[in-house]
Nanobody, 124 residues
Framework: QAQLAESGGGLVQAGGSLRLSCAASGGTFSIMGWFRQAPGKERDFVAAINWSGSTTYYADSVKGRFTISRDNAKNTVSLQMNTLKPEDTAVYYC???????????????????WGQGTQVTVSS
């Protein structure tokens, strides 16, 4: 059974940095991604990466500040978050799908496996 487990969330001041990690097990995931959900809002796409790491895609709101990467030998995907803003506050979810697709998907329904989420809070 595929499982994803996030870690690395916490409280940080605006302008600070955090690194989220996601440990994957029980499968081979061609595409992995990060989503986030703030209270009362929908789950939004943050970033995605293909199997080799050669292709990444970011939401406009995080482009230039966040970096997604993966280590297939360790079955992990990470999200380095720099220059954090209060509006980045949310629960961050790791997501994965086994089969490849033409373009890196940005909709939650395109991902089959999800972690439990980790809280990121950015204070002003």
């Amino acid at each position: 059974q595929a499982q994803l487990a996030e870690s690395g969330g916490g409280l940080v001041q605006a302008g600070g940095s955090l690194r989220l990690s996601c440990a994957a097990s029980g499968g081979t995931f061609s595409i992995m991604g990060w989503f986030r959900q703030a209270p009362g809002k929908e789950r939004d796409f943050v970033a995605a990466i293909n199997w080799s790491g050669s292709t990444t895609y970011y939401a406009d709101s995080v482009k230039g500040r966040f970096t997604i990467s993966r280590d297939n030998a360790k079955n992990t995907v990470s999200l380095q978050m720099n220059t954090l803003k209060p509006e980045d506050t949310a629960v961050y979810y790791c997501a994965a799908r086994g089969t490849p697709i033409g373009q890196l998907p940005t909709t939650p329904s395109s991902y089959y496996y999800w972690g439990q989420g980790t809280q990121v809070t950015v204070s002003s």
